[in-house]
Structure formats: structure tokens, C-alpha cells
């Protein structure tokens, strides 16, 4: 953990912090056919029912200082293998505050979600991202995830 960086379970009193920072989520090239808007707003119905309705088979961890500004969040939810039908964790959201880039918070938070998995008996983390986000590319694949199938999109 960084010196003066805390972690804690996210509360009704994040919102605002949470869907503002959840914006930022289409900070990258995004593809032709959606928007910074659209990616930014895509998870908010899953991550407002998790924080109004906390159940065992989500969390929502916030990386803070030590003073309680916030630096970003992860969302995790239980899922079921495609393959397996086995139940596993997902990350649904990792957002960063712009001050809280390069200074190991992701990698806090990728670590949280884990030992949340674990927590919860799940030998497995899986999460989606955009083939032209080489900066969440690097940390995923810098931190041991691997891709394991491929979206393909065709307009009509």
C-alpha cells in the first residue's frame, strides 16, 4: 500500500465521487462507433443499485488519503463462467482520479478486488477492455491478466 493511501468500503455518500469519476472511464481512443459519453454512463444503473443495495456479490472499495480525499474505486460483481457455470469475480469499473495516475492506486485496487475474490472462495478475476486502451492494457497485463476471447463489432 502507498504511503498515506487507505482503502474502505464504498457508502450512499460516494455517489457524486463515483459517477463523476466513472465519466472518466472513456478517456482513451475510443472506437469510431461509440462515445466518451456512452462508455462513461454505461455501467451507472449496475453501480447505483450495488451502492443503494449492497449484497455479498459485489463490492465497491474506494482508495483514499489518509485526510479522505477519494482517488478512485473498484466495482466488483459475482459472475458465472461462460465454460463452467463456476461463479467467479468481474471487474465492473477501476476509475482513477487524474491525481491518482502513476502513483500505484490501480494496482491497489486491482489487489483489493482480488482478495475480495478470494474472500468470497472465486479462484478467478475477469474484466472487459477496449482493445485501444493501451494504458488499462499495460496494468492488466503488467498485474497477470491474460485476454482470453475477443469481441468482435460489425455495423449494419
Do not use: C
Not at 459475482?78 to 491525481?99: C, G, N, S
Amino acid at each position: 500500500m502507498p504511503p498515506g493511501i487507505r482503502l474502505r468500503v464504498a457508502g450512499p455518500e460516494d455517489q457524486p465521487f463515483l459517477l463523476k469519476l466513472s465519466e472518466r472511464l472513456g478517456d482513451f481512443p475510443v472506437p469510431p462507433w461509440r462515445t466518451r459519453l456512452e462508455i462513461g454512463a454505461a455501467d451507472h444503473a449496475i453501480l447505483l443499485d450495488a451502492l443503494g443495495h449492497p449484497t455479498p456479490q459485489s463490492t465497491i472499495r474506494v482508495a483514499e488519503t489518509q485526510e479522505g480525499q477519494p482517488l478512485g474505486y473498484v466495482f466488483v460483481t459475482t459472475r458465472e463462467d461462460y465454460f463452467t457455470r463456476q461463479p467467479h469475480a468481474h471487474v465492473e469499473i477501476l476509475a482513477l482520479a487524474p491525481e491518482a495516475e502513476g502513483r500505484g492506486i490501480a494496482r491497489v485496487l486491482m489487489q483489493a478486488a482480488e482478495d475480495w475474490s478470494r474472500e468470497q472462495g472465486y479462484s478467478r478475476v475477469t474484466l472487459n477492455v477496449f482493445a485501444t486502451n493501451q494504458r488499462a492494457l499495460g496494468l492488466y497485463e503488467h498485474l497477470g491478466y491474460r485476454p482470453e476471447t475477443v469481441h468482435y463489432l460489425k455495423d449494419l
